[in-house]
């Protein structure tokens, strides 16, 4: 894909990946729409975007409310003239035991992680149809490969994203609609900022700016994923394919180091 001129919404636009991403594309010369839950944050992003020559707009709202996802169907379709580009970005993250996690907090991961992308790709579907090079970014988690104790509910959820977009991303082959699933690691973002985990457990910081990069090539290059981590991630991949028991071990020598770690990590 080309992104100059495309028409990209992006949600969870005011920080993290989200903005970087937004920065990314419009420095390519893409025209952007942000929404996110904070009105304050979105306009701050707008306007460090615009101070840097890019067309940018806001449209506050929470993913999760259909009355939300409507209007940025509408914005979209007023502010850019319709949508090229859907980056399914916003996420919510709680750690910790699953049975000490609220069925609140367990809901709210579903509903932002996985719910909203499908419902809000639905309803842009007929845009990105319009578009005749549509595309559909899905912003995964590296814990929806390989799933991470601790993270049982974002596992769930981020895992059905992932095959969520590869169902859909055959059901529109031939369709002009692609659709990228991203994953990636932890990432310098305040998303992980009550996570304490380190490098030896698993949660060694990636540069948000070096993360989104390799997603901006994933959608140059018409990628189906987007996995970050090298040759170390793609071994451990395959060992949680051909050996699962030897990762559960690995996993049982560090476990009570990582629910120490990890159990504040709340983000939603």
Known sequence: MIVAGKRVVVTGGSSGIGFELARQLGAKGA????????PDALASAVERLRGEGVEAHSLPGDVTDAAARAALV???ERLLGGVDVLVNNAGGVRAGRLEDTGEDELR???EVDLLAP????????????????????????GIAQMG???????????????????????????EGVHVLTVFPGATDTPMMS???????????LQPVADVVGSIVDGIES????????????????????????????RFLDMKPRLEAAVRDHSAL
């Open 118 to 141: 499908i419902l809000l790709t639905r309803a842009l579907l007929p845009a990105l149809r319009a578009s005749g090079d549509g595309l559909a970014v899905n912003v995964a988690s």
């Open 31 to 38: 025209r952007l729409l942000l929404t996110g839950r904070r």
């Open 108 to 110: 709210a991961m579903i």
């Open 194 to 204: 009550s996570n304490h985990a380190g490098a030896d457990l698993g949660f060694g």
């Open 222 to 249: 018409d990628a189906f994923e987007v996995v970050r981590g090298g040759e170390a991630r793609a071994a451990t991949l395959d060992l949680n394919r051909t050996d699962p028991a030897a990762v559960d071990a």
């Open 148 to 174: 991470v104790p601790f993270y049982a509910g974002y596992a769930a959820a981020k895992g059905g994203l992932w095959r969520f977009g590869e169902a859909l991303r055959r059901e529109l082959k031939g």
């Open 74 to 76: 509408d914005g979209a």
